[in-house]
């Protein structure tokens, strides 16, 4: 069974950077696609950015564009998003599930991502 272990998220002050990672293990192959997907109280889980199994393919939501960068680590099912210049609508829980843009696992804890002054 898949298990998704999401860290990094932290207070910050808007401006700021933070990166986030994710491992997911229990998977019978490694360079398998991945997401990033956050969620704040009484909305629905948006996708944020997705990468290829290679990483030769990224997406992002068009409010992240420019300032969020998602990546893997080169033969393993490690992913990371480094976030710059967050803005306090970036405040939320954030997930990453196995998958391009459509999640194929059951979802980890998550970890928050606050930023305010």
């Known amino acids: 069974q898949v298990q998704l272990e999401e860290s990094g998220g932290d207070l910050v002050q808007p401006g700021r950077s933070l990166r986030l990672s994710c491992t997911a293990s229990?998977?019978?192959?490694?360079?398998?696609?991945m997401s990033w997907y956050r969620q704040t109280t009484g909305s629905e889980r948006e996708l944020v950015a997705a990468?290829?199994?290679?990483?030769?393919?990224?997406d992002y939501a068009e409010s992240v564009k420019g300032r969020f960068t998602i990546s893997k680590e080169k033969g393993k099912n490690t992913v990371y998003l480094d976030m710059e210049n967050l803005k306090p609508e970036d405040t939320a829980v954030y997930y990453c599930?196995?998958?391009?843009?459509?999640?194929?696992?059951?979802w980890g804890q998550g970890t928050r991502v606050t930023v305010e002054p």
């Open positions: 229990g998977m019978s192959y490694n360079n398998v696609p």
């Open positions: 990468i290829s199994g290679f990483g030769g393919t990224t």
């Open positions: 599930n196995v998958g391009h843009g459509r999640p194929l696992s059951s």
